[in-house]
């Protein structure tokens, strides 16, 4: 990267056209909401060529528990120069002594590894026309009132505090419970992303359940386009791919430290809530 030529400045709101275009040459399919989302729960840095956005990244901080790093887009013409580099200095910047968690693609694995992020599972993108389903009988819409309980499950499941991100998606799109002897025990959220619906996170204490709550929602959106980003150790694929929901790619999960997580406990993560948020 040459400084002479590059200015890193934080983003803001009047970045965000300019950031869908280079998202969409990246071939990702963020809308201009889906970046304000990412904006309004992250803090972000813009690369600039002569007032020109050519490069942006992203940390998401759920408290002091963690932070993802995202969004990490350089535009085509200026790959070559440093400028991944540069941003993801930033970025470690912005995240201070955080443990951090992201989703690199394969062309990103090397910078990664040299920064010290270590791969630590494989994340498969599911995505297609949802086909008819019978809703799961034990789901049912989550009420205004489960939203501390939905934060306190994914807490448990992802482990760290993402009340923020639970708040905002309860404004956008919509969630729905599994409740067993009045306590919520799983869930999952719906909201638009892209060309159509995610569905993502759920949380659930088994399989069973989680498929469940991906049904209640795949239900509702029968011939409408979804998609779900997954795990390859929760092995749902296979069964995402039965409901009309093909593998098309995916990332690799990568965290700096690594983190031994409990495997004992009540919860786990089925879906994330996409690649770049977890």
């Not at 400084?3 to 280079?22: C, D, K, M, N, Y």
Request: charge should be neutral; hydrophobic fraction near 45%; aromatic fraction near 6%.
């Amino acid at each position: 990267m040459q400084p002479s030529q590059i200015e890193l400045a934080p983003f803001g709101s009047e970045h965000l056209e300019s950031a869908v275009r280079l998202s969409r040459q990246a071939g990702w399919p963020h809308r201009p909401e889906d970046w304000q989302m990412a904006l309004a729960l992250s803090e972000g840095v813009v690369a600039l060529e002569a007032g020109r956005v050519v490069g942006t990244t992203f940390v998401t901080a759920y408290g002091n528990d963690c932070a993802t790093i995202n969004m990490v887009i350089v535009d085509e013409a200026m790959r070559g120069r440093g400028l991944g580099r540069g941003l993801m200095d930033a970025a470690l910047r912005i995240a201070g002594n955080r443990p951090l968690r992201l989703v690199a693609t394969a062309d990103g694995l090397p910078l990664y590894e040299k920064l010290g992020f270590r791969e630590t599972g494989t994340v498969l993108q599911h995505q297609g026309i949802a086909r008819a389903l019978a809703g799961a009988a034990q789901t049912e819409p989550a009420t205004a009132e489960d939203t501390a309980a939905i934060a306190a499950l994914d807490s448990v499941a992802f482990g760290a505090d993402r009340r923020d991100l639970i708040a905002y998606l309860a404004k956008v799109g919509a969630f729905a419970v599994i409740r067993r002897s009045g306590r919520v025990v799983g869930f999952a959220a719906l909201r638009a992303f892209g060309r159509g619906d995610v569905i993502g996170p759920v949380v659930a204490a088994n399989v069973d359940d989680a498929k469940a709550l991906i049904t209640h929602f795949i239900a509702r959106r029968t011939g409408q386009f979804v998609r779900v980003d997954t795990t390859a150790d929760t092995g749902l694929a296979p069964w995402l791919a039965d409901q009309g929901l093909g593998h098309v790619g995916g990332g690799i999960a990568m965290e700096r430290p690594s983190v031994d997580r409990a495997a004992d406990r009540a919860a786990f993560t089925f879906a994330l809530a996409n690649q770049a948020l977890g």
